[in-house]
């Protein structure tokens, strides 16, 4: 046998090893997940009914009996509801609209039926619990998720892919995965043009063209292949894959032409025969907005009192650290291109902008944001404020004004503004906000383009939600006080 005909012979052979695996540790994580819904469900069904009765009662009550069962019936109905899609573990918020919707559902479905069979279900029983196995099965989803990242993160339970089209794209999606590695991807192999070349694309070799993408799945082990805009693979010839794929059930996933744009705003509608994808507007105004404002403002007017002594020791530490102002105030461009007022506490030294014109040198003629790492206009106690941002709380007062929001794009600054490309005016369509994306997602640390890139895709993907999840991660961004300076 020859060199060639051996290699032939045990590449199927190590391919189908990672598919085992990959598959092995998927079957895994759905077996622990359903697993950990039904420990929610019979601790919450334990806990409602002491809660409720103290004791358990003789003859036993219909309430004993639907503890019992709740396990069971839970578990059962979060299946229903398809919260263990294998396609929302790792990312995204649509697994935890789930459990939501299978909370709600179910308490629906139990005050019917209760109600239809006139079974005596204690009230303050179902109040109790199933609030409580909802509550218990997000954050039992939420730890299950962080130990998959941390999995994740270390190389393991990755899907392995195979990416098809352009050259630049697939570049573009191997960067995406390799920051994201949450998202759980690796590119294994790529499948280009017969005119792109065989060089590798970054550190991922291209094993095939567009012809032979399955015969480059068997060989590589992939389970997925990720089809990005491609003008030569459409139509009769992406039909034709799915068939090839179907065969060995490799997940197909296909990336349409728009950037950053989510879930809830694309639809598939047949037209003619032909699956057209409609695409919503984003609803940056009328009730939605009005719901945002609200929030914003009730949060921020609670904040302020709840904040007054953090507050108070702050601006004393300010003080005590040169004796000069504990605020700081300067013109930030907000919604529609309107300036207002920012309000921070101040974290350099009192003539810090008269100093800036002697740092110039030391931010490229390029670079739209000025920063630098360890600017030396940064006081002692600036250092920890801006650590923890700190700094950023008087911006409360912005919120309730009406100037900012608690979630949205970065403020920018008039003269940054001044040198906007076309595109990135977008981010004037909503208030900025104390927080967003960016904060989450690397702070200081983040290039202007991936600022930029976050601020479209919050914009463009809103929701109070998304609002909420970013708040959330807020807090964890803070506390490791990572890329602050």
């Excluded at 990959?22 to 895994?28: F, G, I, K, M, N």
């Excluded at 993408?213 to 030569?232: K, S």
């Excluded at 944001?369 to 250092?383: A, S």
């Excluded at 702070?443 to 601020?455: G, Q």
Aim: hydrophobic content about 45%.
């Amino acid at each position: 046998m020859s060199v060639v005909d051996r290699q032939e012979t045990t590449v199927p052979m190590r391919a189908l090893g990672a598919t085992g695996r990959s598959r092995r540790w998927v079957s895994s994580h759905v077996h622990l997940t359903i697993t950990a819904d039904f420990c929610c469900a019979l601790t919450a069904g334990l806990v409602g009914y002491l809660f409720r009765f103290g004791e358990a009662s003789s003859p036993p009550r219909p309430d004993a009996l639907l503890a019992a069962a709740l396990p069971l019936i839970w578990v059962c109905w979060v299946a229903a509801a398809r919260a263990y899609d294998v396609r929302f573990f790792g990312a995204g918020s649509e697994e935890y609209r789930r459990i939501l919707d299978a909370g709600v559902s179910l308490t629906a479905a139990v005050a019917i039926v209760s109600y239809a069979t006139k079974a005596e279900v204690a009230r303050g029983f179902v109040v109790v619990t199933l609030p409580a196995v909802t509550a218990l099965s997000l954050l039992a989803r939420y730890r299950l998720r962080k130990h998959l990242h941390w999995r994740q993160a270390r190389g393991e339970c990755l899907r392995r892919a195979v990416a098809v089209g352009h050259r630049e794209a697939v570049a573009e999606l191997i960067r995406e995965f390799g920051r994201a590695r949450h998202l759980g991807m690796e590119i294994v192999a790529a499948c280009l043009p017969a005119d792109h070349g065989t060089e590798n694309v970054l550190t991922v070799p291209v094993r095939g063209r567009l012809d032979n993408v399955a015969d480059v799945v068997r060989r590589t082990g992939a389970d997925t292949v990720a089809v990005l805009a491609c003008p030569e693979l459409a139509g009769v010839e992406l039909r034709r894959l799915a068939w090839q794929l179907e065969k060995s059930e490799t997940e197909l996933l296909v990336a349409s032409a728009l950037l950053d744009i989510a879930g809830p705003r694309t639809s598939i509608r047949p037209v003619a025969g032909l699956p057209l994808l409609h695409v919503d507007h984003p609803e940056l105004t009328g009730a939605r907005r009005l719901i945002k404002t609200v929030f914003d403002r009730t949060a921020a007017a609670v904040a302020l009192v709840v904040l007054t002594p953090v507050w108070a020791v702050t601006a004393g530490l300010i003080w005590l650290d040169d004796r000069g102002p504990a605020f700081f105030s300067q013109q930030r461009v907000g919604r529609d291109g309107r300036d207002f007022t920012m309000l921070k506490f101040r974290t350099m030294v009192v003539d810090a902008e008269r100093l800036r014109a002697d740092l110039d040198h030391a931010v490229p003629d390029d670079e739209v944001l000025f920063k630098i790492k360890k600017d030396p206009r940064i006081t002692r106690i600036g250092t920890r404020l801006r650590r923890y941002s700190i700094d950023e709380l008087p911006q409360l007062v912005n919120v309730l004004r009406g100037e900012m929001s608690l979630v949205g794009p970065r403020p920018p600054l008039p003269d940054e503004v001044s040198r906007y490309g076309q595109d990135v005016f977008r981010r004037l369509a909503v208030k900025p906000g104390m927080t967003g994306l960016w904060q989450v997602s690397g702070r200081s640390d983040l290039s202007w383009e991936e600022s930029v890139r976050l601020d479209l895709r919050y914009i463009e993907n809103w929701s109070l939600i998304l609002d909420l999840q970013i708040l959330w991660k807020t807090v964890a961004a803070v506390v490791r006080g990572s890329g602050a300076y």
